[in-house]
Structure formats: C-alpha cells, structure tokens
C-alpha cells in the first residue's frame, strides 16, 4: 500500500536531435518529491492520443510546469503570434482539458508560470503575449544571460488578496517578493478564476478557482526554483502535496482505515 501520493508533472514535446521526446525540467521534479512528499510522474505531452479521464484517475494531483513555449494565439482568440514564437500543440491539447477535468473531478491541481497561463485559458481567459509590449507594464521577462542563480532570484513584490488562498499560505503577510521568468501573461481573467496577488503594475501573478473542491492554485513566478529556502515556496508545496494525500486516502477506504488507527495510537502516546 502507498504512503506516498502520486503527482502527474506535465511534460513539454520537443525533439531530442531527431527523436520526437517529453521533458519536464528537473526542479518541477525535486520540488515535488522533497517539497511536497510525493510520487512524480511524468504526464506526456500526447494530447488525446491518451486519455485524460484515464490519466486523473491514475494520480493524486497535477502539477503544471513552466515551460518557454507559449500557448498558441488561437486557444483564447489572439492574434498570430510573432515569427519565430515558440509554441507547443501537443502540451496545449493535453494540459487544457486536463485542468478542466483535474478541477471537475476535484483533483488537486498546481499551476507555475506556462501553468497558470494555461489554466487562464482553460477557463475562458486571454493572454496577452508580450507583457513588456503592453503600455503600463513592466518587462517581467529574465536576463538569458545571466546566471541561472540571478535569473531565478526575487526580482519584484506582489500584494496577496486579502482573506485569500495564498495569503493563507503565506500567514497573513500582506505582500512577498516573487522572480520573474515570463514573456506571457493575463490579460483577461477567465471565468470562476479569483485573483491572489497581483505585480506592483497590475498584472495577474497568482490566481486560484473559485468553486474547487480541492486545492486549485496558479502562480506566474517560479516557486519550484530553491523551494526549500523559501517559506512561501515551502508552504505552497507542502498544501498541495497534502492535498494530494488526502485525495489518495480518500480514494482508498484501506488507506483510510489505517490512518485512523494510526492518529488513534498517536493520540494516547
């Protein structure tokens, strides 16, 4: 029986030289089984050549990475893209109808950067493609040169909705200083979707679901990047890895009973 949860971790199609290959980046994974206490497993990006009902019944949660592609312009009603925009149709039809469903059948679902951008759409959002092309906001893309420590580091403050999701995970601290690795972003906020932070110009970074019946969460930044030195970052991983494991004891009357036992031997130690 296991002890463990297993969290399904979108994976990117790209090609490997010649050979057609899904890749998830290995800080999704370490965020996972040291941040969250769980089982990952690779979800590829095979859209309906594998079914998502098949796939939410085999995991306890779904994380969706970041990734550089983009969603495609024609997923929300945007226009074409810019020449040379990387894109990724098959991640597209494998993660929206994923999150539609994961939400539905009340999987536990976290959402970083390309993640958040895709539940947005996945609920009838809009995204603008190149935020520091927008009059009013700022350019929240990294420096490519950088190191990958520089990069990754916190680069600008959000203010947490107030009585929110993540202001709970938080303890009640009003703002926090998040990175900032993204060319996209919401432009229009997608229907059932509550805001949870928001960029010193406006921006959307963090958005959760407002009828969810398990944890439903999406950040703009990287919380997976140094997760363990952070104690947002911290608190995200370990509530959803929780969550995970209380749809996998839910899901297993045996696993149920022996943690009731168990909380009773705890109690009268």
Partial sequence: MRNQPIVGITADRTMLGAHPSHVVGEKYIAAIVEGSHALAMLVPALGERQCSDDVLAAVDGLLFTGSYSNVEPHRYGGASSER?????????????PLIRGAIAAAVPVLAICRG???????????????????????????????????QYATSH???????GMLQRLAGGAHEARVNSLHGQGIARLGTGLDVEALAADGLIEAISVSDARAFALGVQWHPE??????????????AFGDACRQRMNTRNPARMSQVADQNRENNHV
């Fill in 84 to 96: 040379d925009t990387l894109h990724d149709p098959a991640r597209d039809a494998t993660t929206l």
């Fill in 116 to 150: 958040l951008q895709e539940m947005n759409v996945a609920f009838g959002g809009t995204l603008h493609q190149s935020v520091h092309a927008v009059g009013g906001l700022n350019d929240h893309r990294e420096n490519k040169g950088d190191s990958l420590d520089v």
């Fill in 225 to 238: 990047w140094g997760h363990a030195d952070n104690a947002l970052s911290t608190a995200i991983f370990r």
């Fill in 157 to 163: 403050s959000i203010v947490l909705t107030r009585g």
